[in-house]
């Protein structure tokens, strides 16, 4: 008996463009999980461009390093740099996939402020130059490494209202950082200037504002001093996007940052690390249900996909994605729960969503699932991690 599958539609189809496109975003949805099974996660390579195009727009004074850590899959990496972006990077295995993708040395930097002399090695070695740091005992690391590696010292903003504050467990204060900065002076270790990351999914800009006068604080305080100029502010990431609430658009988002880094002098290097921002759009989720059950008046649907998967930023993110069937046009629709596939009680989607009335083996597609779900997803249980299908991939530059 043979299966006769319906065949990918022969034009790129924009997953965002929901609204002008329905049936064939549907089509596609529905022929890829034909093709491959679920659970799913269908990436595609239009929406990165586009989202990295508008952020280099709405910022231009600042170079973009995509960070890795969200999404590090080799498809956005050729993506961005068909496009001209530079690269975070925090690990080695993260400089190994850029590593083996072409992306030269000088287009990227290594942001994390703790490392052992073995990342350091291995990331000089690929070509990788410029290292954070935020206190006395990484700097010293630095000193067989002075005549290659610049620095740049992070400082800590502590930001309760982003979905992960990155500067509980990272960064020093201004005070610190001009100790640190005199230090390496006296070591002879050539500090670039500072970074800074202000949480992720960070939803007021001001957060950047408030952070750019202070470095611009101690970059001043650094002159002063009569210790050698800082040239470079790294922003960081958290650049946020639409989930459930409403953000402010990018261009918007970026307006005071801008204003605010006009107070640094042209030679200043402007640098950011956008990771969620440039990924979390791309990417959409395709579940299917495996079985149901009636509890409490509410119909529980069972995933092939769950917390331990592809929403593992349910917990380590503290996301909530948009979620949703197929429906015919006036279906009604019931209150219902979305739960993984795993055996434990903490694996659920949703608790509270109204749904058509599903079977089993229908569809459930997760929206904005590109940062932080992949890249942390697990195979508790032994369920497998859902697959990755690239769409509008880029061609190979290499032959
Ligand atoms: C995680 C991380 C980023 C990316 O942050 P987003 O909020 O995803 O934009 C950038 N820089 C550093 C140092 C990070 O740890």
């Known amino acids: 008996m043979s299966i006769i599958l319906p065949k990918l539609p022969a034009a790129p189809v924009c997953l965002s463009e929901i609204n002008s496109c329905p049936s064939s975003e549907?089509?596609?949805?529905?022929?890829?999980?034909?093709?491959?099974?679920?659970p799913l996660l269908l990436l595609d390579c239009d929406i990165i461009r586009r989202q990295y195009r508008?952020?280099?727009?709405?910022l231009p004074e600042a170079a973009a390093h995509f960070a890795l850590k969200p999404l590090p899959h080799p498809a956005v990496v050729k993506t961005l740099l068909q496009e001209g972006a530079n690269f975070d990077l925090a690990t080695n295995g993260e400089v190994d996939l850029v590593q083996e993708l072409g992306v030269p040395g000088e287009k990227t930097i290594h942001t994390h402020p703790i490392k052992r002399d073995s990342d350091i090695l291995h990331a000089l070695l690929y070509g990788c130059t410029v290292f954070v740091i935020d206190n006395l005992n990484e700097l010293e690391k630095f000193i067989p490494y002075r005549h290659e590696a610049e620095l740049l010292i992070r400082l800590s903003f502590r930001n309760a209202d982003a979905y992960s504050d990155l500067s509980k467990k990272f960064g020093c204060s201004p005070e610190g950082a001009i100790e640190l900065i005199q230090h390496?002076?006296?070591?002879?270790?050539y500090i670039k200037g500072l970074s800074f990351h202000v949480g992720s999914q960070t939803a007021d800009p001001q957060k950047y504002v408030t952070a750019i006068h202070t470095c611009g604080e101690v970059f001043r305080r650094v002159t002063e001093l009569g210790l050698p100029k800082l040239n470079t502010l790294d922003i960081g990431g958290g650049f946020p996007v639409h989930y459930i609430d409403q953000v402010l658009a990018i261009q918007e988002f970026c307006a005071p940052i801008r204003e605010a880094l006009a107070e640094f002098p042209e030679s200043v290097d402007v640098i950011s690390e956008p990771g969620r921002f440039i990924v979390a759009p791309a990417v959409i989720s395709v579940a299917s249900v495996m079985g149901q059950a009636e509890r409490d008046g509410k119909t529980w649907y069972y995933l092939d996909d769950g917390v331990y998967g592809s929403f593992s930023g349910t917990i380590y993110d503290h996301a909530?994605?948009?979620v949703e069937a197929f429906c015919k046009e006036g279906e009604e629709l019931y209150p219902s729960v979305l739960a993984g596939p795993t055996c434990d009680s903490i694996d659920v989607i949703a608790e509270d969503i109204m749904l058509p009335k599903l079977n089993n083996g229908d569809l459930v597609i997760g929206r904005m699932m590109g940062a932080y779900t992949a890249a942390t997803a697990s195979e508790f249980n032994f369920f497998p991690k859902a697959k990755i299908v690239v769409l509008n991939e880029p061609l190979d530059m290499m032959p």
Do not use: D, M
């Open 26 to 38: 549907q089509e596609l949805i529905q022929t890829a999980a034909a093709l491959h099974g679920t």
């Open 54 to 58: 508008a952020l280099r727009q709405a």
């Open 184 to 189: 390496a002076h006296r070591l002879g270790i």
């Open 320 to 322: 909530v994605y948009p």
